[in-house]
Structure formats: structure tokens, C-alpha cells
């Protein structure tokens, strides 16, 4: 079972804005790839989800940007799931330069779980929950990628 998931990938000219770095919306697209990766490397696939009756929303994202990154930068976006309750749960993101810590930016969703039929949340199934071991903060995180055990 995997905590901390790591998604590797260069920044394409694609992402880049007119101020040169890479575009806010972006980092929202990266993270929710990123999260859905996470998931299935877990055996989530789409159709496990079907199985379930189970989807996921975003409820609210928060990103604090700290440095830019440009076309070309070789990043790493680390993602965990921090906790879930009832109907949702809270995952979170770091961005680094491959190979480093430093932070380019910190980011989090709330994720509701809905039922796909009716659109209304419900229970984050069991099953889902017994997948993944909770990371409660980036510290525990960041110890777990040093560790190797991430």
C-alpha cells in the first residue's frame, strides 16, 4: 500500500502563460490527474469506482504558490490522502523540482463522495478507505519520501 504517490513529469511549452511560467489552472489539472493516478495505482480504476456506486467532486481546491516553474523544469507532484470522514476526503499535494524538497507549491482538495446516479454524496466506501494509510501533514509525508517507504 502506497501513502505518498509521486507523479514525475516534465513541464511542456503547453503550460506555460503569458508571464512565462507555468499557467494556475495547470496545477489543478496535474493534481487531479495526479489524485486519480493515485487511486488506481491502489486498484481504483474507473470500474472499481462503478462497482461501488462511488465518484468523486471537488468540493474546494487551495494552492499557495511559492516559486514558478518554467517549460522544461523536471517536476515531482507528491500526493496523499490526509484523512477522510463521512462523505469526503482531504488530500494534499506537493510540488518540488525532481530530486528536491523545497517547495514549489502546497496545495489541497476536498474531495466529495457521490453517488454517480443521483449526484448526492454518501459514504466513503470501506473498501476505499482499507486502500490507503492516511498521512496526516506534509511533515510525515516528506519523512516517508526520505525514508523510501513512501
Request: net charge negative.
Amino acid at each position: 500500500m502506497r501513502s505518498v504517490y509521486t507523479h514525475a513529469f516534465s513541464v511542456p511549452e503547453s503550460a506555460i502563460d503569458v508571464n512565462g511560467h507555468v499557467s494556475n489552472i495547470e496545477y489543478v489539472r496535474w493534481m487531479q490527474d495526479a489524485a486519480t493516478a493515485h487511486t488506481a495505482s491502489e486498484g481504483w480504476s474507473l470500474e472499481q469506482y462503478r462497482e461501488n456506486r462511488a465518484a468523486w467532486v471537488a468540493r474546494t481546491h487551495r494552492i499557495d504558490y511559492l516559486r514558478p516553474s518554467f517549460a522544461g523544469d523536471l517536476l515531482e507532484l507528491h500526493t496523499w490522502i490526509a484523512s477522510v470522514r463521512d462523505c469526503q476526503s482531504r488530500r494534499q499535494y506537493l510540488f518540488t523540482r525532481a530530486g528536491e524538497r523545497t517547495a514549489i507549491a502546497r496545495a489541497e482538495t476536498l474531495w466529495i463522495c457521490v453517488d454517480p446516479d443521483t449526484g448526492r454524496p454518501k459514504r466513503v466506501p470501506e473498501a476505499f478507505i482499507a486502500a490507503f494509510d492516511l498521512v496526516p501533514d506534509e511533515g510525515e509525508a516528506l519523512r516517508m519520501l526520505e525514508a523510501g517507504s513512501a
